[in-house]
């Protein structure tokens, strides 16, 4: 037997020439390429970069693991995050004993400490249950005492002239309403990326434009291949939205079948942001609360959804009849709506499982892959108890140890106009971008945009930047500030006008150059 003694120097050639040879590379973060593929090795991998998987992700970032949520849009909030109707529901609806009923009311409770720490908008408002029918009134008490099964505080049932006291521009033909003073108001942008940017600090990776194609069973857990390559995981999350069913059924034999329900929605101009002050529903019917008119925490005014099943899983288009709904049946409980300011019109799918209930837990014959799917009304406000509780299950089957330097908060974007003429005078001393106004509709500096780019898990595109700092958002739609906004965004990310999307993609805005302008 003969030996070889190499230097550090001669090493190094031969053990890349043996790594080619062998087409086997093993890095020192846990990575590995076989056959050219590179193949990445986690802990924990959530698909799924909205509310429920945000708060999974940053849930699951207390504990010592490798973890990494993985979506294939280009940023988070881009499903049914960020179509909806931004209410954090009190809890009478769901029936008892479900996963609803109990993750409902525990994430309206757990809702106020969350903002707090992680510096995003949300009001208790209060939302009405409007009854106008005498003969509807069992109906009405029977949501009331479900709201009692749930544990939901403070319920009442209101007469016509409390109700009309409460809400002027009620229905004149309400003889009674439910009174529910723990609902809310929430942005669900600011709440989704919130959770992100938390999880982030906590050290979740994230992986955007990566897209799940095949999931393979291992004898220590599965292989996701996506479209960016291999990775390798103990556990898997699936909080994939409309898609879960897809990814479940990729690894059990029991299906399940996901619908995609479409919400058609009208927003209306901050002038009639006062038009009720409360969340104002119908009686709930069977495909769910009905048309509903609500303020916004940033003071419009939305009515909607309608409730239509569709084929489409990307089928996020308007339809005239949907919108012609809105408009009538949100009248019916709501008198004089001013919609003739409507700014904008939009839909967003919701994920209805036909058992009708969240679906959250191990998968019986797929150990090791647990369902966070049919994730549908009340999601937005349920996501704080099912990231808790999805973490709960990964945590005791992993037997995760916490950390002691969890970071618990997180500050939002600087907003100038929520400053004294003081302080924002001397925040404009100090950085002068939060003195240039980008966004007049909304009063959006560019010093807010700047910092929506720089953050943790910054914008990369228009509707990144729209959905951080609302620039966009007001009467004009972006008519005015988009190219400004393309411009600091060109800057910051040191990038071609040409690669500025509007949402990822194949979305680009600027495609050519005008010859008469050069």
Request: charged content about 25%; aromatic content about 6%.
């Amino acid at each position: 037997m003969h030996y070889l003694i190499l230097t550090e120097e001669e090493r190094r050639p031969v053990f890349f020439a043996a790594s080619f040879l062998l087409n086997i590379y093993m890095p020192a973060d846990g990575r590995k390429w076989i056959g050219q593929k590179e193949i990445i090795m986690y802990d924990v991998i959530v698909i799924g970069a909205g509310v429920s998987g945000a708060a999974a992700a940053r849930e699951l970032s207390r504990y010592k693991a490798r973890i990494c949520v993985i979506e294939k849009e280009e940023d988070v909030c881009c499903g049914t995050s960020k179509a909806n109707s931004a209410i954090v529901h009190a809890g009478y609806d769901a029936v008892p004993g479900s996963l609803k009923a109990k993750l409902n009311v525990r994430g309206n409770q757990m809702m106020g400490e969350l903002a707090k720490d992680l510096d995003f908008l949300f009001k208790r408002n209060g939302s009405l249950v409007i009854c106008t029918e005498e003969e509807e009134l069992p109906a009405l008490q029977e949501l009331y005492e479900r709201g009692q099964i749930n544990g939901v505080k403070d319920l009442r049932i209101l007469s016509r002239e409390e109700t009309l006291a409460m809400e002027p521009n009620v229905t004149d033909c309400v003889c009674a309403a439910l009174y529910a003073p723990t609902a809310g108001i929430i942005c669900p942008f600011e709440l989704n990326i919130a959770l992100a940017e938390n999880a982030c600090t906590n050290g979740v990776e994230f992986r955007f434009d990566t897209e799940v194609e095949k999931i393979i069973k291992s004898e220590k857990g599965y292989e996701l291949h996506t479209n960016k390559g291999i990775f390798r995981t103990k556990y898997v999350v699936n909080a994939a939205g409309v898609y879960a069913d897809e990814l479940h059924n990729m690894v059990s034999e029991k299906k399940i079948h996901i619908t995609p329900r479409r919400g058609d929605y009208c927003l209306l101009d901050k002038a009639a942001g006062n038009h009720v002050g409360r969340t104002v529903f119908a009686l709930p019917g069977k495909f769910g609360k009905g048309i509903l008119v609500t303020p916004t925490v940033h003071g419009n005014l939305l009515v909607g959804p309608t409730a239509i099943d569709v084929g489409d899983k990307e089928g996020i288009n308007t339809s005239r009849a949907g919108l012609e709904q809105v408009m009538e049946k949100a009248g019916l409980n709501v008198k004089n709506l001013p919609m003739r300011q409507v700014i904008t019109s939009f839909a967003g799918l919701r994920a209805h499982e036909e058992q009708g209930d969240f679906l959250i837990g191990e998968v019986e014959d797929a150990k090791r892959f647990i369902d966070c799917a049919g994730i549908e009304s009340p999601g937005i406000a349920s996501c704080p108890a099912i990231g808790e509780m999805v973490a709960q299950i990964v945590r005791d089957k992993m037997k995760l140890e916490e950390k002691n330097n969890f970071i618990s908060t997180r500050k939002g974007i600087r907003r100038p106009a929520d400053l004294s003429k003081e302080e924002r005078n001397e925040l404009i001393r100090k950085e002068p971008a939060y003195g240039s106004i980008v966004c007049r509709c909304e009063m959006i500096t560019e010093g807010e945009i700047i910092d929506a780019v720089r953050r943790p898990l910054g914008a990369k595109s228009l509707d990144g930047i729209k959905r951080r700092t609302r620039a966009g958002m007001g009467r004009c739609q972006s008519g005015f500030c988009s190219p400004r906004v393309m411009e600091i965004l060109a800057r910051e990310r040191d990038v071609s006008m040409f690669d500025i999307t509007k949402s990822g993609g194949k979305s680009q805005i600027v495609v050519g150059i005008n010859k008469d302008a050069l």
